[in-house]
C-alpha cells in the first residue's frame, strides 16, 4: 500500500523581496524559492551535493516557556523568511519552502512529531533540510526526523553539532527547550547507539556543575566560548568531523553576543564572535557531510533593527552556498 506523504500544517506563502528584474543577474532568495509539493522527489536523492534544500519552519516557543524563558520564538520562521527574502540568490542549488509545522495549546511533543516525520521524509526523497525554529525545541523535532531517515537506518554513524551557549542537558519531567539533547541521549540508548555530540561556545558560568557533570558522564565533547579562537574551533570540528558519516547541526542564536544577536530567549554576555561562526558553517558546508540543519531560539519580539533574524539567514545562506 502506497502512503501518502506528509505535510505540513500550513503551507507555505509567496517570499517577498526587493525587484531589481528577473533576468538571474537580478535574482534575490525570494524569487529563487519555490514552494515544495509533498510527495516529490529530489534528482539528488543519491546523497549527492548540489541537492536540493527545502525549508520546514517550526512555530514554537512552548519549550521555552517550560524552561522559563521569554516567549516569543514562535514567531521565528517568518522572521527568518523575510530576512533572507531579500538576499542575493549565489547558490547552486534549488531551494523549496514546505511550509510550518505549529504547535498550539501546549502540544509540544506532538508537533515534534509531525515536525520530525516531515523531516524524515524530506531526507529521504534525497533533499537537505533546514528546520527554521522555535525554541531550541525544535532541536529534539530535528532528531526525531534525523533519526527516522533512511541514512541513519542504514548504519551512517550520526554526529549532532549544536553552536551554543548552553548544553542543554536538564534533565527534567517535563521536556523542554533545555532538555532535547539529554532526549536524544535516551532515545539513541533505547536504539542501541549512543549519541556523538558536541558543543561549540558553552558559557561556563551559564552552565551549573550538574550539566558539566552530565556532559562528563555522556562523554559530550565541548569547547568553552572563551576558548573558541579561530584556530581552536576549526581543529576542534575537523576532530568531530572525521568521527560522523551524517551531520546534524543545530544553531542556538544564543551563541553569539548579545551585541550580534539580541533577539533571543537568553541573550549572551560573551559569545563566540560571528565570524567564527560563519567559519564553521562553510567547514560544515564544504565537508559533504551535512544532513540536516535547524536555527533555533531567534524571539522577533526582543530583535533591534532584526539583527539577529539576519544574523540567521546570512548563517543559512552561508551553509546552503
Given at each position: 500500500?502506497?502512503?501518502?506523504?506528509?505535510?505540513?500544517?500550513?503551507?507555505?506563502?509567496?517570499?517577498?523581496?526587493?525587484?531589481?528584474?528577473?533576468?538571474?543577474?537580478?535574482?534575490?532568495?525570494?524569487?529563487?524559492?519555490?514552494?515544495?509539493?509533498?510527495?516529490?522527489?529530489?534528482?539528488?536523492?543519491?546523497?549527492?551535493?548540489?541537492?536540493?534544500?527545502?525549508?520546514?519552519?517550526?512555530?514554537?516557543?512552548?519549550?521555552?516557556?517550560?524552561?522559563?524563558?521569554?516567549?516569543?520564538?514562535?514567531?521565528?520562521?517568518?522572521?527568518?523568511?523575510?530576512?533572507?527574502?531579500?538576499?542575493?540568490?549565489?547558490?547552486?542549488?534549488?531551494?523549496?519552502?514546505?511550509?510550518?509545522?505549529?504547535?498550539?495549546?501546549g502540544s509540544l511533543e506532538a508537533g515534534q512529531e509531525r515536525a520530525g516525520?516531515?523531516?524524515?521524509?524530506?531526507?529521504?526523497?534525497?533533499?537537505?533540510?533546514?528546520?527554521?525554529?522555535?525554541?531550541?525545541?525544535?532541536?529534539?523535532?530535528?532528531?526525531?526526523?534525523?533519526?527516522?531517515?533512511?541514512?541513519?537506518?542504514?548504519?551512517?554513524?550520526?554526529?549532532?553539532?549544536?553552536?551554543?551557549?548552553?548544553?542543554?542537558?536538564?534533565?527534567?519531567?517535563?521536556?523542554?527547550?533545555?532538555?532535547?539533547?539529554?532526549?536524544?541521549?535516551?532515545?539513541?540508548?533505547a536504539a542501541g547507539r549512543e549519541l556523538n555530540y558536541a558543543v561549540v561556545?558553552?558559557?561556563?558560568?551559564?552552565?551549573?556543575?550538574?550539566?558539566?557533570?552530565?556532559?562528563?558522564?555522556?562523554?559530550?565533547?565541548?569547547?568553552?566560548?572563551?576558548?573558541?579562537?579561530?584556530?581552536?574551533?576549526?581543529?576542534?570540528?575537523?576532530?568531530?568531523?572525521?568521527?560522523?558519516?551524517?551531520?546534524?547541526?543545530?544553531?542556538?542564536?544564543?551563541?553569539?553576543?548579545?551585541?550580534?544577536?539580541?533577539?533571543?530567549?537568553?541573550?549572551?554576555?560573551?559569545?563566540?564572535?560571528?565570524?567564527?561562526?560563519?567559519?564553521?558553517?562553510?567547514?560544515?558546508?564544504?565537508?559533504?557531510?551535512?544532513?540536516?540543519?535547524?536555527?533555533?531560539?531567534?524571539?522577533?519580539?526582543?530583535?533591534?533593527?532584526?539583527?539577529?533574524?539576519?544574523?540567521?539567514?546570512?548563517?543559512?545562506?552561508?551553509?546552503?552556498?
Open positions: 500500500m502506497e502512503i501518502s506523504p506528509t505535510a505540513a500544517d500550513i503551507r507555505p506563502t509567496p517570499w517577498t523581496g526587493r525587484f531589481d528584474g528577473d533576468g538571474d543577474e537580478h535574482r534575490r532568495w525570494w524569487q529563487a524559492v519555490a514552494p515544495h509539493t509533498p510527495g516529490s522527489v529530489a534528482p539528488g536523492a543519491t546523497g549527492a551535493d548540489p541537492r536540493p534544500a527545502v525549508v520546514v519552519g517550526f512555530r514554537s516557543d512552548e519549550g521555552v516557556r517550560r524552561n522559563k524563558g521569554r516567549i516569543g520564538a514562535a514567531a521565528a520562521p517568518e522572521a527568518i523568511r523575510h530576512a533572507l527574502g531579500p538576499l542575493a540568490f549565489h547558490l547552486d542549488r534549488e531551494v523549496f519552502d514546505a511550509g510550518d509545522v505549529v504547535v498550539e495549546d516525520r516531515v523531516i524524515s521524509e524530506l531526507l529521504d526523497a534525497g533533499n537537505l533540510t533546514v528546520l527554521l525554529g522555535g525554541g531550541h525545541e525544535t532541536a529534539f523535532a530535528s532528531y526525531l526526523g534525523v533519526a527516522g531517515s533512511d541514512a541513519v537506518a542504514s548504519g551512517k554513524r550520526l554526529g549532532v553539532l549544536n553552536l551554543d551557549a548552553h548544553f542543554d542537558l536538564r534533565d527534567e519531567p517535563v521536556p523542554s527547550s533545555g532538555t532535547p539533547f539529554l532526549q536524544m541521549t535516551r532515545a539513541e540508548a561556545g558553552i558559557s561556563e558560568p551559564n552552565n551549573t556543575r550538574t550539566l558539566f557533570d552530565t556532559a562528563d558522564r555522556l562523554g559530550v565533547k565541548y569547547l568553552l566560548d572563551e576558548d573558541c579562537s579561530a584556530e581552536a574551533v576549526q581543529e576542534f570540528v575537523t576532530g568531530f568531523l572525521d568521527t560522523v558519516d551524517a551531520l546534524y547541526l543545530t544553531i542556538d542564536l544564543d551563541v553569539l553576543p548579545a551585541s550580534v544577536a539580541p533577539g533571543v530567549s537568553a541573550p549572551a554576555v560573551y559569545g563566540v564572535p560571528l565570524p567564527i561562526i560563519s567559519a564553521v558553517c562553510k567547514q560544515l558546508a564544504a565537508s559533504g557531510k551535512l544532513l540536516h540543519l535547524d536555527v533555533a531560539e531567534l524571539n522577533p519580539e526582543f530583535d533591534i533593527d532584526s539583527r539577529t533574524a539576519k544574523v540567521a539567514a546570512r548563517l543559512v545562506n552561508t551553509l546552503l552556498g
